[in-house]
């Protein structure tokens, strides 16, 4: 195929040209019924195509034409044999993956370090989770890959799996050993879904690890929004080979969609796709390389480290992705977080994410030399600094947290029912602190990285109630309660 094209782009632009007069959906009509001031910072043109499915512009629910034709483009640029775009990010996706795959009941392999999108598809889908422990580096404190060892252990001692669900890359950038995992979950006749929501740059340079579609798992999704150039929530789902039924895949895609999608953001993945297919590889050279610098001039400053190859082979790491930058900032006495608010407050710089020990930055194709410039500067002002409070006292949160051993992942709690059963459940509010023993009805995720603490259906227990007041302590933000500062809980009637 002519990875050149834009199909749909172009015939969202052809529409514009041929100065057809509206009178459809949406109600701005092109712009001219738009806020002023809105209109005057967005610029006519995003308004101008933001349209309808009608005529000569395609339906995302039912592609017959341009639609048709740019997942088909992608399909073939990312080695699969069918592509579905996502209009609402890997969120949706991982939704539609376990709708489409399990039936209520069918177990699914699924690591505890998931996403909690991943948890809205096991409620939607009514599918039994077995959830396997990623591996834990200890003296990195962060959660790895999952590895084939687990896996294999997990579908010994659960014959009657019907899939296996993988995040790879992790948020840290760490990915796991898709090939092998799907070479042996294969052999048993299991699915393999892989969550490639921070790899949709994968298949498009050879030092970046091996994306899903290459190892031939049967369904993916990547958030093109993430780390390539397409609008927030513009993702991808890709399908290999026809364990998965197909008819089914795209009935559940039609639930999923809106009949109103967002036009632009639609021709984004469009163009997002050609700039990969055509430029990605020179494009994914200069930010690895530039990525790789800014780790080498980080690692040069005392008190700051960013890892890189030299973890490669530990448990659970198989391969990275360079152009995650993980800055550990507890050597110069911050945390992730007081790290993060600084280089926003006094550099005016904004990480993606923060964590007790690291922040971590994102390298695309959008970041300058100047920005790296800017950011390593940062760090080399922040360790000249006199840190007054040294989280490292004993009575600093870290010191106190790192002493309980209390990063050690708490372990999985009992589960007492289904996920769905206790999501749908009726419910009783009661105080966090007095929970234990109780079903929890809700997911419980500090934010980010998003991964549950404890799931709906899920027994609480004293350990969890400490580990999560020790993270609320520390500043984390918790996501997924219904109260926001998890003074109460929803736990099952
Ligand atoms: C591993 C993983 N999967 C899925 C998602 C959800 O992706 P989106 O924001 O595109 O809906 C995220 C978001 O951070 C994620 O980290």
Redo the contacts with the bound molecule.
């Keep these: 195929m002519d990875q050149e094209r834009t199909p749909y782009f172009q015939a969202l632009l052809e529409y514009v040209d041929s100065g057809v007069l509206p009178f459809h959906t949406p109600g701005h009509m092109q712009g001219r019924g738009a806020d002023r001031s809105f209109r005057e910072f967005v610029g006519d043109n995003i308004l101008a195509i933001d349209l309808t499915p009608m005529p000569g512009i395609d339906d995302l629910l039912q592609p017959t034409e341009s639609i048709l034709e740019a997942q088909e483009l992608a399909a073939e640029a990312y080695g699969a044999d069918h592509t579905f775009f996502l209009i ?5 996706g ?1 939704q539609c993956m376990m709708m489409a795959a399990l039936n209520p009941g069918e177990k699914i392999a699924v690591p505890r370090n ?2 909690k ?1 991943m948890l809205g598809g096991l409620v939607m889908s009514g599918a039994h989770p077995i959830y396997m422990q990623p591996a834990v580096d200890q003296e990195m404190h962060m959660d790895n890959a999952v590895t084939p060892e687990t896996v294999e252990r997990t579908m010994h001692e659960h014959p009657d799996l019907k899939a296996i669900y993988i ?1 790879s890359p992790t ?1 840290y950038g760490v990915a796991a050993d898709l090939a092998e995992i799907v070479r042996i979950a294969h052999e048993r006749d299991k699915l393999v879904l892989v ?1 490639e ?2 790899g949709p740059h994968f298949n498009f340079h050879p030092a970046l690890p091996v994306s899903a579609t290459e190892a031939g798992a049967d369904l993916c999704i990547n ?1 093109t ?2 780390m390539l150039s397409a609008f927030s ?1 513009c ?1 991808m789902l890709h399908q290999i080979g026809d364990r998965v039924r197909l008819d089914r895949l795209k009935s559940v895609l039609k639930m999923f969609l809106s009949t109103s999608p967002n036009l632009p953001m639609v021709a984004s993945l469009d163009v997002a796709r050609r700039q990969m297919a055509t430029q990605g590889a020179a494009l994914l050279s200069q930010t690895i390389e530039l990525a790789q610098e800014t780790r080498r001039r980080l690692n040069q400053i005392e008190g700051v480290y960013s890892f890189g190859e030299e973890i490669q082979g530990r448990e659970g790491v198989f391969d990275l992705d360079p152009t995650k930058v993980t800055v550990r900032v507890t050597g110069l006495g911050y945390t992730g977080y007081e790290a993060s608010a600084l280089l926003r407050r006094r550099y005016n710089i904004q990480v993606e994410l923060a964590d007790l020990f690291n922040v971590v930055a994102l390298f695309t194709i959008g970041t300058t030399p100047e920005a790296a410039e800017r950011f390593v500067t940062a760090f080399e002002e922040l360790a000249r600094d006199d840190r007054a409070v040294d989280i490292y006292a004993p009575s600093g949160i870290l010191e106190q947290r790192l002493k309980r051993g209390t990063y050690h992942l708490p372990a999985i709690p009992p589960m007492r029912m289904l996920p769905r059963d206790a999501f749908l459940a009726d419910t009783d509010v009661v105080a966090f602190r007095e929970s234990a023993g109780r079903i929890c009805a809700e997911t419980i995720s500090p934010y980010p ?2 991964i549950p603490v404890i799931c709906p259906g899920e027994e609480i227990s004293e350990e969890l109630i400490d580990y999560l007041r020790l993270e609320l302590k520390a500043g984390v933000r918790i996501q997924g309660p219904n109260d926001d500062e998890l003074r109460t809980i929803r736990v099952v009637r």
């Design positions: 609402n990010g890997s969120t949706s991982n998931s996403h999108s995040v948020y969550d929501a921070w958030s929004h993430k929530q993702a990285p998003g």
